[in-house]
């Protein structure tokens, strides 16, 4: 079994920064990519940022040069920092992580969601 706590979502002006993170812990051999969707309210969930075990990484084009996604392996921990924030990208944002367990089997898992909410 592997968990993943989000943390950093809340209310932000127009323009504001934020930053959220995705702590995953449980039966982790190996994790081949980290990243953050989102689902804005009547939207299907979209990929916001994705980083591969490498290190690459791999943005929407409507987030590039505002969002910077990071890890660190050693907490398998994977951050999101918003900065510029618009209206639009208010949504909840869902942490996801590609991992292998020790049966050498791939699994994703998701996190619970938390709301960024851009607003003035």
């Known amino acids: 079994q592997v968990q993943l706590v989000e943390s950093g979502g809340g209310l932000v002006q127009p323009g504001g920064s934020l930053g959220l993170s995705c702590a995953a812990s449980g039966s982790i051999f190996s994790i081949n990519v980290m990243g953050w969707y989102r689902q804005a309210p009547g939207k299907e969930r979209e990929l916001v940022a994705q980083?591969?075990?490498?290190?690459?990484?791999n943005y929407q084009d409507s987030v590039k040069g505002r969002f910077t996604i990071s890890r660190d392996n050693a907490k398998n921990t994977v951050y999101l920092q918003m900065n510029s924030l618009k209206p639009e990208d208010t949504a909840v944002y869902y942490c996801?992580?590609?991992?292998?367990?020790?049966?050498?089997?791939?699994?994703?898992?998701w996190g619970q969601g938390t709301l960024v909410t851009v607003s003035s």
């Open positions: 996801q992580v590609g991992y292998r367990d020790y049966t050498i089997r791939y699994r994703e898992v």
């Open positions: 980083i591969i075990s490498g290190g690459s990484t």
